[in-house]
């Protein structure tokens, strides 16, 4: 850690703010607890709107800085009008993201100084699961291959951590280890 | 499905091509087999950026009409700078998309008309996990609850079947059942 505190920023994160965060957490486990919420609503056929909302972090509510709205919608062939990505591209997109910003942080509290990220990931499904023309066919990826290339400062034993840090990503830890869903449908 | 051939859509589907796909993939189980891609490049600080890549459904490499590039960022209060949503965020909102169009596809189908769908997703997470100040905490996501109202022309056992139609969604089946995940990291 000498070199981080050295530092103001490393990697862009501000080291001290993220060393008070850690500490807090540490010394307070209930403020590690967060609640994240969106709200979607359909706008005709493939197409449906997201509007991000408030989140609970650090014992509070907070607001994102701007209105923070995301589309989806499916391809042509898919029946759409390729409008936006698709959901399942959205969870590619989230879990590439996840496992950037989770190895980056950890990188910055580790003082590794990172030049680059690039991620590459594919996910291969079967739509006779979605389709239902064959109920066995489970209706998720059934791979998800991740391929991550990172250029940094680190070396020897620092330098195979930092190949471990994704690990600690929540979209990746909620993949692995699925979460408890609760689903509730009103119709009227 | 009397009703919905007589219509050339419901619910903006266009029920000739989706019946055309179904019937496909039930006679050729092979063009079920589906695979999604994307590249991700960090940008500095929590802020990384997603290019959408082609496709390969019912057979063939597909490409998207427009490029769709994605962000992910970080709250302030998360260390980032809130230029986006964040990854967690993108998840709720893979997982709210991928239920409203599955519903709404299986729901044309059928013949039933949606007027509306309107769903609530929330997440919890601790993120000792994330921050490894607890290695006991798991990293992803606790619970997540999901509250879809749809309003249609569905009664009785097509109400019921209705309510239903959301567990066929690809990204729910992901969370479910995990994937098969191989992470490769390559470092210079």
Chains 1, 2 share one sequence.
Request: proline share 3%.
């Amino acid at each position: 850690m000498e070199r981080a505190l050295e530092e103001k920023t490393v990697n862009g994160v501000h080291v001290m703010d993220l060393q008070a965060t850690i500490e807090a957490v540490r010394h307070n486990p209930a403020l590690g607890q967060s609640r994240f919420q969106i709200k979607n609503r359909w706008m005709g056929r493939a197409l449906n709107r997201t509007t991000i909302g408030d989140f609970y972090v650090a014992g509070q509510m907070r607001k994102h800085k701007t209105a923070l709205i995301l589309d989806n919608d499916e391809a042509e062939v898919l029946l759409g009008e390729d409008r936006a990505a698709n959901p399942v591209e959205y969870l590619l997109h989230a879990l590439a993201g996840c496992v950037t910003t989770t190895t980056v942080y950890h990188a910055a509290a580790r003082g590794i100084h990172i030049r680059t990220i690039e991620t590459e990931i594919e996910g291969e499904l079967d739509v006779q699961g979605l389709l239902q023309t064959n109920p066995q066919v489970r209706t998720g990826f059934q791979n998800i291959r991740i391929k991550m290339k990172i250029d940094s400062d680190a070396e020897g034993e620092k330098l195979e951590e930092l190949k471990r840090l994704y690990q600690f990503s929540p979209v990746l830890g909620t993949l692995t280890r699925p979460a408890q869903i609760q689903f509730q449908v009103e119709t009227k």
